[in-house]
T-cell receptor, first 108, second 118 residues
Framework: KNEVEQSPQNLTAQEGEFITINCSYS?????LHWLQQHPGGGIVSLFM?????KKHGRLIATINIQEKHSSLHITASHPRDSAVYIC??????????WGAGTKLIIKP | NAGVTQTPKFQVLKTGQSMTLQCAQD?????MSWYRQDPGMGLRLIHY???????DQGEVPNGYNVSRSTTEDFPLRLLSAAPSQTSVYFC?????????????????FGEGSRLTVL
C-alpha cells in the first residue's frame, strides 16, 4: 500500500467546474505540501499545511491531521489550471514522501 | 534572484559514461535535495543535504554520489551510467529541514534535467 495516495489519478473537466483532488497518507508527522507541475515540467509549491485551511486565489487547500487527509480545491477552473498536482508528506527523517500525482485537464 | 538553477537541461549518455548534474541556489538555503521522476511514479529522493559538508542518502541512492562543499552548490554525480538511470532529475531546496518538516518552508525546484542513458 502506498504511503501517500492521491485520487483521482486523472481528471478531465470543463472550464468553470469546481475541482477536488484528494490526498490520503499513512505516514508523516504534522504537515503536508501541495505542488503543481506544469506541462513543461517545472514544479512549484502551492501550499504548505499543518492545520485547517489555506486559500490562494482560486485554490483552496484543507487538511485533517487526525484523519490524515487533505484536499485541494480549484474554483472556477480554467484551462491554464491544467497540470499535475502532487501532494507530499514529510517523515521524521526530513524526507518527503510523494504521491504519484493527479493529472488535471480543463477543457475550454 | 535566480532561485534554483540546474544544468544541463538535457543529456544523452552511453552506458558506463560518467557525468555531473549541477544544482545551485542563491537563497542561502540549508536544505538541498535531488529527486528523480519516472513515468507513473512519484518523485523519489536520491540524496539530500541539511547543510554544507553534510549529505545523506534518500530512497534510491545507488549509482549516485553527491557532495556539499558550499551552501550554494549540490552536484549529483553518476559514476557509471546505466539505462535504469534514464529519468528526469530535479534539484530542490528549502530554508531548513525543519521548515520542510513543519510545513512552513516552501520548496523551490530547478527546471529539471532530462537524462537518457543508451
Amino acid at each position: 500500500k502506498n504511503e501517500v495516495e492521491q485520487s483521482p489519478q486523472n481528471l478531465t473537466a470543463q472550464e468553470g467546474e469546481f475541482i477536488t483532488i484528494n490526498c490520503s497518507y499513512s505516514v508523516g508527522i504534522s504537515a503536508l505540501h501541495w505542488l503543481q507541475q506544469h506541462p513543461g515540467g517545472g514544479i512549484v509549491s502551492l501550499f504548505m499545511l499543518s492545520s485547517g485551511k489555506k486559500k490562494h486565489g482560486r485554490l483552496i487547500a484543507t487538511i485533517n491531521i487526525q484523519e490524515k487527509h487533505s484536499s485541494l480545491h480549484i474554483t472556477a477552473s480554467h484551462p491554464r489550471d491544467s497540470a499535475v498536482y502532487i501532494c507530499a508528506v514529510p517523515d521524521s527523517n526530513y524526507q518527503l514522501i510523494w504521491g504519484a500525482g493527479t493529472k488535471l485537464i480543463i477543457k475550454p | 534572484n535566480a532561485g534554483v538553477t540546474q544544468t544541463p537541461k538535457f543529456q544523452v549518455l552511453k552506458t558506463g559514461q560518467s557525468m555531473t548534474l549541477q544544482c545551485a541556489q542563491d537563497m542561502n538555503h540549508e536544505y538541498m535535495s535531488w529527486y528523480r521522476q519516472d513515468p507513473g511514479m512519484g518523485l523519489r529522493l536520491i540524496h539530500y543535504s541539511v547543510g554544507a559538508g553534510i549529505t545523506d542518502q534518500g530512497e534510491v541512492p545507488n549509482g549516485y554520489n553527491v557532495s556539499r562543499s558550499t551552501t550554494e552548490d549540490f552536484p549529483l554525480r553518476l559514476l557509471s551510467a546505466a539505462p535504469s538511470q534514464t529519468s528526469v532529475y530535479f534539484c530542490a531546496s528549502s530554508w531548513s529541514p525543519s521548515s520542510v518538516l513543519r510545513g512552513t518552508g516552501e520548496l523551490f525546484f530547478g527546471e529539471g534535467s532530462r537524462l537518457t542513458v543508451l
